[in-house]
């Protein structure tokens, strides 16, 4: 685990979501893709961002982006799949800035398009880790602190795999449907606790993992051809769903999962 704080320029004195301001926020896999935006997203808002991910440049390079454009961010390189890693992170997080209001469980991986009986045990074993024992791992470090305190909200980035079958992606389901599960169990036991646990369950968007697809015009077709509202999501869209449930605008939910998914689900 290693660690780089850039020096922030000053926060933005407005925020697009009362509420938010000076809160601290923890966006795991937040340094591309969807948490890229989840965490320019929070930043814009004048939150704190700890941007936390596997590798450090990009860690560093998200976080610095942030502070040049006015936000504050602390870069922290950190394995979800880490028991060691994870619990370093809170700390150093509540070490910068001493404490913390927001968890945004969005790290995960889905490198693997195979059928069950292809799947390899190591090549399960990898998907769930990060996708369903990485988020019990953030969750508990940061529940930990937010328990402590006596208020907290946690947004854990679910997928449509969370809610239906996908074809070749029999671990990525598996553990998108633990997450949602874990997220309402969470929920229901520190709600008396002050602790909020919902959950995002996004469909597909415009981002590096699905850049392949969108390229393939069969693939990309398929996909949109299935998609109620036509298209690909762009990350922008799903900053809105995780800013809502982190705020007090969304103070008397908990257990709840937003679809995010240009109406997959709905079909």
């Known amino acids: 685990m290693s660690l780089a704080l850039a020096t922030p320029a000053p926060a933005a004195s407005t925020s697009p979501v009362a509420g938010l301001a000076e809160k601290v926020v923890i966006v795991t896999g937040g340094g591309r893709g969807l948490g890229r935006a989840i965490s320019e997203g929070f930043a814009a808002a004048g939150a704190h961002v700890v941007v936390t991910g596997r590798t450090k440049s990009t860690v560093e390079e998200a976080a610095a982006a942030i502070c040049a454009a006015g936000g504050s961010a ?39 398009y195979k059928t069950a ?59 998108k449907g633990g997450v949602e599960l874990m997220t309402r169990q969470l ?53 809105g769903a995780c800013l809502f449930l982190a705020s007090p605008a969304a103070s008397y939910i908990t257990g709840a999962s937003l679809a995010v998914d240009g109406g997959w689900t709905a079909a």
């Not at 015009?217 to 869209?237: D, N, S, W």
Request: proline share 3%.
């Open 74 to 112: 602390l870069g922290v390189a950190a394995d979800v799949a880490s028991e060691g890693d994870v619990d370093a992170l809170v700390r150093a997080a509540t070490d910068a800035y001493g404490r913390l209001d927001i968890l945004i469980n969005n790290a995960g991986i889905n490198p693997w």
């Open 117 to 175: 009986e292809e799947t390899s045990l190591e090549e399960w074993r990898a998907v769930v880790e990060t996708n369903l024992t990485g988020v019990f791992l953030a969750a508990r470090a940061a529940g930990r602190v937010m328990l402590a305190q006596g208020e907290g909200a946690i947004v854990n980035v679910s997928s449509v795999a969370g809610r239906v079958a996908l074809a070749r992606t029999t671990a990525y389901c598996a553990a």
């Open 187 to 239: 929920a229901l036991e520190w709600a008396k606790k002050g602790v909020r646990v919902n959950a995002v369950g996004p469909g597909y968007f415009e981002t590096e993992l699905t850049e392949g697809m969108r390229q393939n015009p069969k693939l990309a077709q398929r996909v949109t051809a299935r998609t109620p509202m036509g298209r690909f999501g762009h990350p922008g869209e799903l900053v």
